[in-house]
């Protein structure tokens, strides 16, 4: 695991395109598409819970970064209730591949987005006690969101509630 935080970020990045990679392999009603998909939304959930109290909420006392963080902080929601709704979608269905590939589309372009222009951008903002400060708490909150995060089948109008 890296010291860096932005490192660090990008290290769990590359274990959800791995986890997108495999769940596009995957076909049906199977043990292995649910597996994948808990996983993914497991980690995904605690990933952005953890990034959003270690990184963004730093990144939002920084004027010049606010408008990115917001944005940031923003697609997660919208990602949550995506995985909500693919969640509560049958796995066999056609719908589930349409809304699987909408996430897979929607995940890449926000990490891509996160790791070629918003963290570069924060680099600039940061002193080694932010820096030390972000570790830590993404560290230690990504563990306890983990704990409490939860796969949410909602359908999609109601996750927005």
């Known amino acids: 695991m890296s010291e860096d935080i932005f490192a660090r970020l990008k290290e769990d990045h590359e274990k959800h395109r791995k986890l997108l990679d495999k769940l596009a392999e995957t076909s049906g009603e199977s ?10 939304t497991l ?15 730093t ?3 920084k004027p010049a970064t606010t408008d990115e963080t917001r944005h940031s902080v923003a697609e997660h929601h919208e990602l949550e209730e995506m995985m909500n709704d693919l969640a509560a979608t049958d796995m066999s269905s056609p ?4 809304k699987f590939k909408q996430l897979d589309h929607d995940y890449r372009h926000h990490i891509d987005e996160e790791e070629e222009d918003h963290f570069p951008d924060f680099e600039k903002h940061l002193t080694e006690e932010d ?3 972000m570790r830590g708490v993404f560290d230690r ?4 969101e983990k704990a ?3 796969v949410t089948p909602e359908k999609m109008e109601d996750a927005k509630e």
């Open 31 to 40: 043990e292995q598409r649910r597996e994948l998909l808990e996983r993914f």
């Open 43 to 57: 980690e995904v959930k605690s990933h952005a819970a953890a990034e959003e109290q270690a990184v963004y909420s």
């Open 59 to 61: 990144m939002m006392r």
């Open 95 to 98: 719908g589930w591949i349409a």
């Open 131 to 133: 820096r030390e400060h």
């Open 141 to 144: 909150r990504k563990k306890a």
């Open 148 to 150: 409490d995060a939860e």
